[in-house]
């Protein structure tokens, strides 16, 4: 072979070892930093799950239930719950009302979710003072403890665990995740998580930061809370669907700082790690439902009523999720109408 070109073929072959070289080193540098990273996480999220576990009252587990589940092998219940423990309300955690009750129900093998919203007006029986009264009140009679067994009396299904988060965490928990994706039904004038009306949305799907989500979740005088549930939902789906993003994974320490000392539960971490076998394939199936019902101001006071029948195949179709009972129910959901004017809430 020529000299000269056997010299230039092996400056071709060293500089293409080179490149390579340079090549793995960068994706070794890479693998090292994320699997950094990833302990990194780990450690930030467990002990923010240990300053953020707390027992409701003494329930270690349902009275529902005969033996406590475990999410990596049973079907599970879980209950969100919001509250507004603002300065301004001066109502303190356990003093506070649930401004939000969602529960999902979690089936093992199919690994799909239910996710019913209760309305916070329905007017349902709180065992603790012994009547009916709206149920965002079951949480000023007696904190976490009660809310939950309140929602088990209605539903008349085990909540297996319970996760409770403040307004603070909802709005910087979307603001970490760098907003989510929602649709707005109507041109909005609400208030922010600083009960200033600021916040102005107008119709479309679109993405919204974390005050602006809130706003759409709280608003509830242009339509009624069957429609706010719903609203909610969806921004409880929103949030799972960009969680669950590869985009996500480097903003999980700013979500984790985001949740901080704003969230309560009764999940471990090792519980709460048992939960990625939902979004392993990603977002999981999440069929929502609402709690149908009328309006009812005969005694001075509005209630949501519940529709007997509709509370009946509901809880039926949960029962059905966490293998309680054979499947029955083929209950579905309905549209919500919207419409174009400004909303103003200034109900309490």
Do not use: C
Request: aromatic share 8%; no cysteine; charged share 30%.
């Amino acid at each position: 072979m020529n000299r000269r070109l056997y010299k230039k073929e092996k400056k071709k072959s060293s500089k293409k070892r080179k490149i390579l070289t340079i090549s793995l080193i960068i994706v070794a540098s890479m693998l090292i930093s994320l699997s950094t990273y990833a302990v990194y996480l780990t450690k930030k999220a467990e002990l923010a799950a240990g300053n953020a576990f707390q027992i409701a009252g003494d329930r270690e587990k349902s009275t529902l239930r005969e033996e406590k589940v475990e999410p990596l092998n049973d079907n599970v219940s879980v209950l969100f719950i919001g509250i507004d423990d603002s300065e301004e309300r001066n109502q303190g955690d356990e003093n506070s009302r649930s401004d939000a009750l969602m529960l999902a129900t979690l089936n093992n093998k199919s690994k799909t979710v239910k996710l019913v919203s209760i309305p916070r007006d329905s007017y349902v029986y709180i065992d603790e003072v012994g009547y009916k009264d709206k149920i965002t009140h079951a949480h000023a009679y007696g904190g976490t403890r009660v809310a939950i067994e309140t929602v088990e009396n209605l539903l008349e299904v085990p909540v297996d665990y319970y996760v409770k988060m403040n307004f603070d965490a909802f709005v910087d928990v979307i603001d970490a995740l760098g907003g989510i994706e929602a649709e707005v039904p109507y041109k909005l004038l609400e208030k922010d998580e600083n009960n200033k009306r600021t916040v102005q949305l107008e119709p479309g799907l679109q993405e919204l930061d974390g005050r602006e989500a809130l706003a759409l979740a709280r608003t509830r005088k242009l339509d009624n809370d069957i429609e706010r549930g719903k609203r909610q939902q969806m921004i409880l789906s929103s949030i799972i669907k960009k969680a669950s993003s590869a985009s996500s994974f480097t903003k999980y320490g700013e979500v984790i700082d985001a949740v901080g000392e704003n969230m309560k539960t009764d999940l471990t971490f090792d519980e709460m790690k048992s939960f990625f076998e939902y979004i392993k394939g990603g977002v999981p199936q999440i069929d929502t439902l609402s709690l149908e019902g009328y309006d009812d101001m005969s005694t001075g006071v509005y209630y949501w009523k519940l529709d007997e029948e509709s509370l009946e195949e509901t809880q039926d179709l949960l029962k059905s999720h966490l293998g309680l009972q054979p499947e029955t129910s083929n209950i579905s959901d309905n549209e919500s109408d919207t419409n174009n004017n400004y909303a103003v809430d200034d109900r309490p």
